[in-house]
């Protein structure tokens, strides 16, 4: 079992930056996977990046690629989403994931991560 907290999340301007974090007390978390989504009210849950379990490989959505940059810190046990130049779209609420063996073909599926947090909301006004 793996709890993961995420932290960060509140009200900013258009333009404006926020740096989301994502933070387990368990080791195993140091060698997992682990992804960014975001839910808007009635829409589906949607895939942001991910980042492997050394940091070495990173994933994002096509969308978002140069605004929002994925980084971990694993003495820390803790996930960064650097969100950068946001913009109204981007009013969410922010879950990261951990998963030890999920492969990169698959982390743009909710349904394939096997631990999430309580997720934090993140909005944008015009």
């Known amino acids: 079992q793996v709890r993961l907290v995420e932290a960060g999340g509140g009200l900013v301007q258009a333009g404006g930056s926020l740096r989301l974090s994502c933070a387990a007390s368990?080791?195993?978390?140091?060698?997992?996977?682990v992804g960014w989504f975001r839910q808007a009210p009635g829409k589906e849950r949607e895939f942001v990046a991910a980042?492997?379990?050394?940091?070495?490989?990173?994933y994002y959505a096509d969308s978002l690629k140069g605004r929002f940059t994925i980084s971990r810190d694993n003495v820390k046990n803790t996930v960064y989403l650097q969100m950068n130049d946001l913009k109204p779209e981007d009013t969410a609420v922010y879950y990261c994931?951990?998963?030890?063996?999920?492969?990169?073909?698959?982390?743009?599926?909710?349904?394939?991560?096997?631990?999430w947090g309580q997720g934090t909301q993140v909005t944008v006004s015009s």
């Open positions: 980042i492997d379990w050394n940091g070495q490989n990173t």
């Open positions: 994931a951990a998963d030890a063996n999920i492969p990169p073909r698959l982390i743009t599926s909710a349904s394939k991560w096997d631990y």
């Open positions: 368990e080791r195993t978390f140091s060698s997992s996977g």
